[in-house]
Nanobody, 122 residues
């Protein structure tokens, strides 16, 4: 059974930083992709970034390029999302999702964590 667990959310001031973690377990293959999404109250869930273990590549939504950075610790089966220069509009529930390949769409990921809350105060 695939399991994804997010952690690292919290409350910060504008301009602050947080590092989110997504620990993956249960994949039957060693190379998989982890995507990060977020959903703010009253808004649709949006894709932020995706890391592919197949070729160690990352891709980002334009609105977070330069502020958010993905990294991976393969020994820990963990993908990190480093978020800098946080803004109040970054306030949302952040999810990681997993599957074999990166996708720009929620439907491209079969496995989801429960989310971790990020709140940015002005």
């Amino acid at each position: 059974e695939v399991r994804l667990v997010e952690s690292g959310g919290g409350s910060v001031q504008t301009g602050g930083s947080l590092r989110l973690s997504c620990v993956a377990s249960g994949f039957s293959y060693s190379d998989y992709a982890i995507g990060w999404f977020r959903q703010a109250p009253g808004k649709e869930r949006e894709r932020l970034a995706c890391f592919s273990r197949i070729d160690d590549t990352s891709r980002y939504r334009d609105s977070v390029k330069g502020r958010f950075t993905l990294s991976s610790d393969n020994a820990k089966n963990t993908v990190y999302l480093q978020m800098n220069s946080l803004k109040p509009e970054d306030t949302a529930l952040y999810y990681c999702a997993g599957d074999q390949f990166c996708s720009d769409y929620e439907t491209g990921f079969r496995y989801w964590g429960r989310g971790t809350q990020v709140t940015v105060h002005s």
